[in-house]
């Protein structure tokens, strides 16, 4: 369904106060297609004049910087789009104290993240979760961790709408890709001009385009695999699978676009796939350097036929590697030309 409302103006409130790194806003200033220099300066036609309010790169400090915080809870800035970093702590199974905050009170008490995300959520046009730990918990949710840290949709609830009737957005990868942000927030400030449809999602709140396919179809180390050809250390430009590839069961879209501008990467640059954007990760790709167990069948059934395959196709690349007889000097013409003027 297409939004008819046209909006001429969109904040974002970029919160990284969850339990983070903030490695998602560092990679985002990366991106290209677009930068953020391209949508804070209107680079690109028809969409709303945007707003930015992220910590690490905004000029406004302490509480000029708040001062958009309580706007948006007053209703003041509206639309806007809350952008979460960080996953959400668990701050009810503690008597005091807090796991994490932002701002304090007119008491002086830090107000803690998820209350920020109970006031703001409800008023926002749509909500962003940055990277793995805000989507889906992450590493600081690992087993053992000491804060219950949750993804954002397990904290909001998985069913969750924004007013505008929009899902929590996804977008995660242990830093998101800084593109793959940077497109997805460029497709909603389309939708809230009106000029695109519902951003399409998947089961775990991922935008489609970005996160259907799995980093092995786009692993340009696929063609190994397939012939049965295996690195056994490090270095080696052979596939990695058993030095701990996760790649065939991940989706992510690292390896076939590149980390910034196409160069980078992870599997076809040599580094084993984490599986960094996945709900499961980190703890069921651990412990990373071994080989992933359901990999073993696959791998040993390719390199079975994968030896005579490669065999045939030397063959018939020797052949090719070879120019056709008739290139060569000499007083006879020996291409087959048959003139029809004669
Ligand atoms: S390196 Fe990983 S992603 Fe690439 S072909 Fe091998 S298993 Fe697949
Ligand atoms: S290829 Fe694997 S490790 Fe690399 S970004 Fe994608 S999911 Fe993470």
């Not at 302490?62 to 706007?71: D, I, P, V």
């Not at 995660?172 to 449809?197: H, I, K, R, S």
């Not at 049965?228 to 076939?256: H, M, R």
């Amino acid at each position: 369904m297409v939004t008819r409302t046209r909006v001429e103006e969109v904040h974002i409130i970029w919160m990284t106060a969850g339990l983070g790194c903030d490695g998602d806003t560092i990679s985002t200033t990366a991106a290209s297609q677009p930068s953020i220099e391209d949508v804070l300066l209107g680079a690109i036609p028809g969409l709303p004049k945007v707003y930015l309010h992220n910590p690490v790169l905004a000029y406004e400090t302490g509480e000029n910087f708040m001062s958009w915080w309580y706007k948006a809870e007053r209703g003041e800035l509206d639309p806007f789009v809350l952008v979460v970093e960080g996953s959400i702590p668990n701050e009810k199974i503690k008597s005091e104290g807090y796991w994490a905050a932002l701002g304090s009170d007119e008491s002086g008490q830090p107000i803690t993240t998820t209350t920020w995300v109970d006031r703001l959520a409800p008023k926002a046009w749509a909500v962003v979760a940055a990277g793995t730990c805000a989507t889906y918990g992450g590493i600081h949710a690992m087993a053992g961790n000491p804060t219950g840290a949750m993804g954002l949709p397990d904290y909001l609830g998985w069913h969750w709408k924004s007013k505008a009737g929009n899902p929590i957005v996804c977008v995660p990868g242990c830093p998101v890709q800084p593109d793959n942000f940077m497109e997805t927030l460029l497709y909603l400030l389309y939708q809230a001009a009106g000029l695109a449809p519902t951003i399409p999602l998947d089961e775990a709140l991922r935008p489609t385009w970005l996160f259907e396919k799995t980093v092995h179809e786009g692993c340009d180390r696929a063609g190994y695999f397939e012939q049965g050809d295996f690195a056994t250390e490090y270095g080696s430009p052979k596939c990695i699978v058993k030095l701990g590839c996760w790649g065939p069961v991940v989706q992510c879209n690292v390896p076939k676009r590149g980390w910034m501008a196409g160069i980078g990467g992870c599997p076809n640059v040599g580094g084993i796939c984490i599986g960094c954007t996945m709900p499961g990760f980190p703890d069921k790709f651990m412990p990373f350097m071994d080989e992933p167990p359901g990999s073993k069948f696959s791998s040993s059934v390719s390199r079975s036929y994968g030896r005579v395959i490669r065999s045939l196709r030397q063959f018939t690349n020797d052949t090719l590697n070879k120019e056709p007889s008739w290139r060569r000097p000499g007083p006879e013409l020996k291409t087959g030309y048959q003139p029809t003027w004669k």
